[in-house]
């Protein structure tokens, strides 16, 4: 029965890695008026498409959890519960 849990989990994970990978971002605004404004529009891009890519994460994790598959690689920033 282990064999069959372990095959189960297998396809679930890779899909929601796939799906948690293949997030859309929402358009971040894009007009700038000097280079130093490029610049902190990467930066707060990048931290903006972090927040996101986070927040997806969990939706993931809790939907495997909720498809009770045990075998989910859960990184560190996650485990504030």
Do not use: F
């Not at 069959?4 to 859309?24: L, N, Q, V």
């Not at 972090?50 to 809790?62: H, K, L, M």
């Amino acid at each position: 029965m282990v064999r069959g849990k372990s095959r189960m989990s297998k396809p679930s994970h890779r899909k929601c890695a796939h799906w948690w990978i293949t997030i859309e971002v929402p358009d971040y605004p894009t007009v700038t008026n000097s280079e130093s404004d490029e610049q902190r529009l990467e930066s707060n891009r990048e931290e903006y498409t972090v927040a996101r890519y986070n927040e997806s994460w969990e939706r993931c994790i809790q939907r495997l959890a909720h498809d009770r598959v045990q075998h989910a690689v859960v990184p560190n920033s996650v485990n504030d519960e």
